[in-house]
């Protein structure tokens, strides 16, 4: 068996290319991305893979039999050609499974709804593709959280618009172990995963960070008009409104969902006591 994985030079395609080597040989797994400098580091063969180029694809999928769609990064209308160029070119280069990664999450009530929208679309041309094939829908990745925490100490806090919903986070890493059991199994065929942790809220989060770091930090929380202000003001109307629609979907509780992580990976999701004990300073 032979399997490709796009966007592998981002940090999901990469943690799925990760665990796929621990189960297959090298030669058995291919990168696909549309800068191929940027993914070689991986140490597999990897061929030119641009969304926007069908025939990139069409090459690539020549000799493989499960394509791994990792959901790119454009905007929800121009994402959803983008996937059906991959999904097409999969299908007529003969390929004979295809995953989809989806993200949780509700069609209408956020700025990130359209997001949301647009993911449950490809959802659909995968699952009318005519190959067989699986979805995971992930949680929120935790780790930006971390890589942010700079900033929190800076601020003393964390405040955001999530109030005291909870949210169902994941990691890359262990989406990378479930993606690649959904790869390689049969039984994962025609099936929606909810791919995430023990759903927490963000007090629960300040108090990880807190005991695992040392630190006083507190929870503060601000209307989704304030926190779209702030977000706005540091990364731009696009992605300021997007950050703001999913703690907004967090606050209404969209994003705590039940995971099927289990059923997908045949073993639980990491608890985030484990997850916050392994970023522990030592000693
Ligand atoms: N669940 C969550 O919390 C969450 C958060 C953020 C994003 N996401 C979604 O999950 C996906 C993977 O996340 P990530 O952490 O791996 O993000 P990432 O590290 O930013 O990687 C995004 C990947 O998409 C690739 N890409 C973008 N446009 C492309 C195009 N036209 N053709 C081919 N590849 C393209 C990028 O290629 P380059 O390396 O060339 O830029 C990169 O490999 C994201 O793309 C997004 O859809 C989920």
Not at 254 to 275: C, N, T
Request: charged share 20%.
């Amino acid at each position: 068996m032979k399997v490709a994985v796009t966007a592998a030079s981002g940090k999901l395609g990469a943690a799925i290319v990760k665990k796929l080597l621990e189960m297959l040989p090298a030669e058995q797994v291919v990168g696909c991305a549309r800068n191929i400098e940027k993914a070689q580091s991986l140490g597999i063969e990897v061929r030119a893979g641009d969304y926007n180029n069908k025939s990139h694809f069409t090459a690539a999928f020549t000799d493989i039999d499960a394509v791994m769609l990792v959901s790119g990064m454009d905007t929800p209308e121009n994402r959803i050609g983008q996937h059906r160029n991959v999904i097409q070119a999969a299908r007529e280069a003969g390929v004979k499974k295809i995953i989809y990664t989806s993200i949780i999450g509700e069609t209408i009530g956020t700025s990130f709804s359209p997001i949301v929208a647009g993911n449950r679309q490809t959802e659909d041309d995968i699952s009318n593709s005519g190959m067989h094939w699986s979805i995971g829908r992930n949680g929120l990745y935790i780790e930006p959280d971390v890589e942010y925490l700079e900033h929190y100490i800076k601020a003393g806090n964390i405040s955001n618009c999530a109030g005291e919903g909870k949210c169902s986070y994941t990691t890359r890493s262990e989406l990378g172990y479930a993606y690649s059991m959904m790869l390689l199994g049969d039984e994962h065929n025609g099936k929606t995963y909810n791919l995430a942790g023990e759903p927490i809220n963000q007090q629960q989060l300040t108090d990880f960070f807190n005991s695992t770091f040392g630190l006083n930090l507190v929870y503060e929380p601000l209307s989704v008009e304030e926190y779209k202000e702030q977000r706005t003001a540091e990364r731009g109307e696009f992605l300021g409104n997007i950050i703001a629609g999913i703690y907004a979907s967090i606050s209404n509780g969209s994003f705590a969902v039940s995971s099927d992580f289990a059923k997908a990976a045949g073993r639980k999701h990491i608890s985030w006591e484990e997850y916050f004990r392994q970023l522990a300073p030592k000693g």
